[in-house]
């Protein structure tokens, strides 16, 4: 059974700093892996989607990178600003079950002014 | 932006009550899913549809039921709620293998 772990579970850094989330996975027969965006109280905004045959997706100062051979995905934001903070989900889906998705339960992020 | 609305967003009502919980995508998108998700804690898949007249139960166990009567609409059913079900509950949609899942804003379901 696939299981997805997020850490830190918690982070809190400056504004204009460079951060990196991690994400693992235990079973590397994946199909592909998504970075959401969660707001509290709302749904998910889908960030970058990186297939398993990809090493890298960037949009803006967001760039995911995948290590499929040893289950890891980070995502790296730039310059983070107060607007980057929300909780970070990443999700895997299988060859196996086509578009379900696990999820991790998240890094919840703060970039205090 | 994606194009998938749910209603209602919040609602409180009484133990034993039937609901109702509306998802509605005008994408065209083939796939469609339904997620739990209790506070702070990771989303579950309670189910799913692969299109028209297909629905499937999803990895977490749900006492609600689902229908995929147009390619646009995927309501999800609690005939008897009970306070266990509180929770929000979020709607999802793709089209064709492997692309962008798209979500709804979620509904808040307290059950008192």
């Known amino acids: 059974k696939q299981e997805v772990t997020q850490i830190p579970a918690a982070l809190s850094v400056p504004e204009g700093e460079n951060l990196v989330l991690n994400c693992s996975f235990t079973?590397?027969?994946?199909?592909?892996l998504q970075w959401f965006r969660q707001d509290p109280g709302k749904g998910l905004t889908s960030l970058l989607l990186?297939?398993?045959?990809?090493r890298e997706q960037t949009s803006g100062r967001l760039n995911a990178s995948l290590d499929k051979s040893s289950g890891r995905s980070t995502l790296y934001i730039a310059a983070s600003q107060p607007g980057d903070s929300a909780t970070y989900l990443c999700?895997?889906?299988?060859?196996?079950?086509?578009?379900?998705?696990?999820f991790g339960t998240g890094t919840r992020l703060a970039v205090r002014p | 932006e994606a194009d998938i609305y749910q209603t209602p967003r919040y609602l409180v009502i009484g133990t034993g009550k039937k609901i109702t919980l509306e998802c509605s995508q005008t994408?065209?998108?083939?796939?469609m899913y339904w997620y739990q998700q209790d506070p702070g804690m990771e989303l579950h898949l309670i189910h799913y549809?692969?299109?028209?007249?297909?629905?499937e139960k999803g990895d977490l166990s749900s006492e609600s039921t689902v229908s995929r009567i147009r390619t646009e609409h995927f309501p999800l059913t609690l005939e008897s709620a009970r306070p266990s079900h509180t929770s929000q509950y979020l709607c999802?949609?793709?089209?064709?293998?492997?692309?962008?899942?798209?979500f709804g804003e979620g509904s808040w379901l307290t059950v008192v």
């Open positions: 999802a949609s793709s089209v064709g293998s492997g692309n962008t899942i798209y």
């Open positions: 079973d590397s027969a994946i199909y592909n």
């Open positions: 990186i297939q398993s045959s990809q």
């Open positions: 999700a895997v889906s299988e060859k196996s079950s086509g578009d379900k998705l696990t």
């Open positions: 994408m065209g998108h083939d796939k």
């Open positions: 549809s692969y299109g028209v007249n297909s629905t």
